[in-house]
């Protein structure tokens, strides 16, 4: 068949087409009754084949043109992916967000232990040796810090404070601590060595003021004030550096894909571990901002940060164990 | 199918079988698109700050507007309409490397990363990263299987007039035995001939003549206006037969 003809024989159906096309970028209803949406994928088929026959009986490139535009223009809106958002958010905190973290314990628990562990070990030498806080932090820092947590009050979180000054807190933690989960994970594309640093550096400090304040005896001021929210809080900086670990491990380690695979299907479970390790630290900071700096008494908020680690053990090593993909577990 | 092209065409073959072209975005647009983005969100957080009158609460709401626009801002214009404003402006979009809208996960990746791009300072990393690779991609582009595209390619002008039959010059039959790319070439001339000089006409209709097998009738050169009708004469007959039947 001749270019002529083809165009004429097809151009009613390409006309339709474009109409249903042109409905589908705009508001997504039917154009008309006779023409509903629904057409829409047989019409796209259709026009595919006009396309490759055009392509292959080597008509004119304007007409071959005009057909690729009209499938790449139709393509998107076939194989759009469906847009839900409550039930898959619910879905991904119920279950998919721990299962995840559950195939990947080993790196998680690598995490943890550069966390947790050089935070640990400094917090024990700074609360024997009061100097030795002075080798992180220069003197302003560490004098702002005791100033927080001196028992004065003036300013800072032992104080009772207004209900504005929460607010404020709380754009604060979040800014900050999210943004320093974000970063924890990215710089793991640095093959590791960015969330290695981060981790241990903050475990380190973090370890640090708790053992320095301790030393000095302002430990009844401190621990209250941060039981409530550090389950959350220091569970997920210590998963962000999971999701970081699990970039670099695809570059270091790839066993059997290609560094690009493996670093495209790590970056998927990464990337579950990110988004449920802000929504934690969205916890921690409402929390720490509405909770831990109010005039509960220690005991009962002792009681919560107990609480807190017990919810976030458990929800961690049970939640969605019998959901889709829970048997692939390691 | 045909080979990949010599371009910054990435080709996608769907599941209808046909091959997609996706036009990849340079660094230079990509950039620019920056740019631009760079100076919406000052103007939002510019717009904002009357809050930091209202102290505490006001720079609480400060803070966590600095915190959606640094991190946030892309991800939802990219999942929601495709791409940020700024590279709406330059007619970018952001799409998964096989050509379908981008979604929440790939989104975030390609977003959360740019960090690492941004290093060591103004997207060094991200730009030598998108020159090595074939298909611009920086490194969260990498990570997340993405491609940032032109939406829209440049619809092929001149269509309308290679509709009709090229006035004053009846089809004429070509020699025989062309190959499926010459044919191809005499018709792209007859689509392009309406926008060019007609000295670039006569040009390029007698190159295109001088690679077809000479006519059996003799080796009589033509040239000039002859020559264009007699391509043009070609072409109807290739695009429509004899009489337009």
């Not at chain 1, 009844?220 to 550096?241: K, R």
């Not at chain 1, 929504?279 to 929390?287: H, K, R």
């Not at chain 2, 090229?166 to 070439?185: I, K």
């Amino acid at each position: 068949m001749r270019q002529a003809p083809f165009e004429a024989a097809h151009a009613a159906q390409w006309a339709d087409y474009r109409r249903l096309l042109s409905a589908l970028e705009g508001r997504g209803r039917d154009p008309s009754p006779d023409l509903p949406l629904a057409r829409f994928p047989a019409l796209y088929r259709r026009l595919c084949a006009h396309y490759a026959l055009a392509r292959a009986r080597r008509y004119a490139p304007g007409l071959i043109g005009e057909l690729h535009e009209l499938v790449r223009r139709g393509y998107p809106h076939l194989y759009r992916r469906r847009r839900a958002w409550l039930a898959p958010a619910l879905g991904f905190m119920a279950g998919g967000f721990p299962r995840t973290l559950r195939r990947h314990a080993r790196v998680c628990a690598l995490a943890a232990a550069l966390f947790f562990l050089p935070g640990l070990l400094m917090g024990l030498a700074c609360g024997q040796d009061g100097e030795l806080i002075f080798s992180l932090m220069d003197a302003a820092q560490v004098a702002e810090l005791e100033s927080m947590y001196d028992g004065a009050g003036k300013t800072g979180r032992g104080a009772e404070r207004q209900a504005d000054t929460d607010f404020m807190m709380f754009g604060f933690y979040v800014m900050n601590n999210i943004g320093i989960g974000f970063r924890t994970f990215a710089a793991g594309l640095l093959v590791g060595l960015g969330s290695l640093v981060i981790l241990i550096y903050n475990g380190l400090a973090i370890g640090a003021a708790a053992g320095h304040l301790t030393g000095l005896g302002f430990g009844s001021n401190f621990w209250p004030f941060v039981s409530s929210h550090s389950p959350f809080e220091l569970t997920a900086i210590a998963i962000c550096g999971a999701a970081g670990l699990l970039l670099a491990a695809a570059l270091l380690a790839p066993g059997r894909r290609t560094r690009l695979g493996a670093l495209r299907a790590n970056a998927r479970d990464a990337v579950v571990l990110v988004g449920g390790a802000a929504l934690m630290l969205l916890l921690a900071a409402v929390v720490e901002a509405f909770w831990s700096a109010g005039g509960a008494p220690a005991g009962v908020k002792y009681g919560v940060g107990g609480l807190g680690w017990v919810a976030v053990i458990l929800y961690l090593t049970l939640a969605g164990r019998d959901g889709p993909g829970g048997a692939r577990g390691a | 199918m045909l080979a990949a092209p010599l371009d910054t065409l990435r080709l996608h073959e769907t599941p209808e079988g046909v091959d997609l072209g996706l036009g990849v975005a340079g660094p230079a647009p990509r950039a620019l698109a920056l740019v631009a983005d760079g100076a919406i969100r000052l103007a939002i957080y510019l717009v904002l700050s009357p809050l930091l009158a209202l102290s505490g609460f006001g720079l609480g709401l400060n803070l966590i507007a600095l915190f959606l626009l640094e991190w946030l801002y892309p991800v939802a214009f990219e999942v929601l309409t495709g791409a940020t404003p700024g590279k709406r402006m330059l007619g970018l979009l952001v799409v998964h490397d096989d050509g379908t809208p981008v979604a929440l996960p790939a989104s975030l990746i390609r977003n959360l990363l740019r960090v690492v791009d941004f290093l060591p300072l103004f997207y060094g990393v991200g730009l030598v990263c998108t020159l090595v690779d074939r298909d611009f991609r920086r490194l969260g582009d990498l990570a997340a299987g993405t491609l940032v595209i032109h939406a829209q390619r440049r619809p092929a002008p001149g269509r309308a007039a290679a509709e009709r039959p090229t006035a004053g010059a009846a089809p004429r039959q070509p020699p025989p035995g062309l190959a499926l790319a010459t044919q191809q070439s005499i018709l792209a001339y007859r689509e392009r001939a309406p926008r060019l000089s007609a000295a670039r006409r006569s040009e390029l209709a007698e190159t295109l003549l001088a690679h077809l097998p000479a006519p059996a009738a003799g080796p009589a050169v033509t040239r000039g206006t002859p020559a264009v009708e007699q391509v043009q004469g070609y072409a109807d007959w290739l695009a429509q037969g004899r009489a337009g039947d």
